[in-house]
């Protein structure tokens, strides 16, 4: 079955940087298009950055120029470099997947999803 596991999750103070992983597994991983997601307390889950089968990838403006993602599909894993974090990004992140999908519009309705990890901002 389809599964997915992020990682790397943690506190860590303004300024700093961080590299969740979300490792993927139970379905061919070089062709779906992964995504990233997160959920602050008390706010809607929000997209954040997506990378498609080709590689093409895209950023929330809230993000732009600070967090990079990347796949890697010998390891069937995608990442997001967290960098300049900020107290508002302190969330739960989120990884998702589905086929084939661009990623001009990925939303909540991707049909596989992560756990999640805690990120917290916070000196």
């Known amino acids: 079955q389809v599964q997915l596991v992020e990682s790397g999750g943690d506190l860590v103070q303004p300024g700093g940087s961080l590299r969740l992983s979300c490792a993927a597994s139970?379905?061919?991983?070089?062709?779906?298009?992964m995504a990233w997601f997160r959920q602050a307390p008390g706010k809607e889950r929000e997209g954040i950055s997506c990378?498609?089968?080709?590689?093409?990838?895209s950023y929330a403006d809230s993000v732009k120029g600070r967090f990079t993602i990347s796949r890697d599909n010998t390891k069937k894993t995608v990442y997001l470099q967290m960098n300049g974090l900020k107290p508002e990004d302190t969330a739960v992140y989120y990884c998702?997947?589905?086929?084939?999908?661009?990623?001009?519009?990925?939303?909540?309705?991707?049909?596989?999803w992560g756990q999640g990890t805690q990120v917290t901002v916070s000196s």
């Open positions: 990378i498609s089968s080709d590689g093409s990838t």
């Open positions: 998702a997947s589905e086929l084939g999908m661009s990623c001009s519009n990925y939303d909540n309705r991707m049909p596989y």
């Open positions: 139970g379905f061919i991983f070089r062709f779906y298009t």
